[in-house]
Nanobody, 124 residues
């Protein structure tokens, strides 16, 4: 079992920044891929970014590439999502997730463990 707890959401003006954190506990290992997803009201949950716990390889959705940065702190078992140049369309509940995979995956079905989500609201 893996437990994930997100933090760092909030309200920010367009163009501003937020940093989300995801603290992982339980049976984490280098075989996991950690991902961030988001879900806006009335929309499906969508992939944002992912990182391989072991070698740090990353992958981003086109909509956030160049604005968001995913990283991890192995010692603290924590994954971060630095969000810069935020836009109103980034408003959503952001979820951290873990998948037992060797390669980065972007579909929700591949992720076995999920956090409770944290709200990010970007005002125009």
């Amino acid at each position: 079992q893996v437990q994930l707890v997100e933090s760092g959401g909030g309200l920010v003006q367009a163009g501003g920044s937020l940093r989300l954190s995801c603290a992982a506990s339980g049976r984490t290992s280098s075989a996991y891929v950690m991902g961030w997803f988001r879900q806006a009201p009335g929309k499906e949950r969508e992939f944002v970014a992912a990182i391989r716990w072991g070698n740090g390889a990353t992958y981003y959705a086109d909509s956030v590439k160049g604005r968001f940065t995913i990283s991890r702190d192995n010692a603290k078992n924590t994954v971060f999502l630095q969000m810069d140049s935020l836009k109103p369309e980034d408003t959503a509940v952001y979820y951290c997730a873990a998948a037992r995979a060797l390669l980065i995956v972007t579909n929700t079905r591949s992720y076995e463990y999920w956090g409770q989500g944290t709200q990010v609201t970007v005002s125009s």
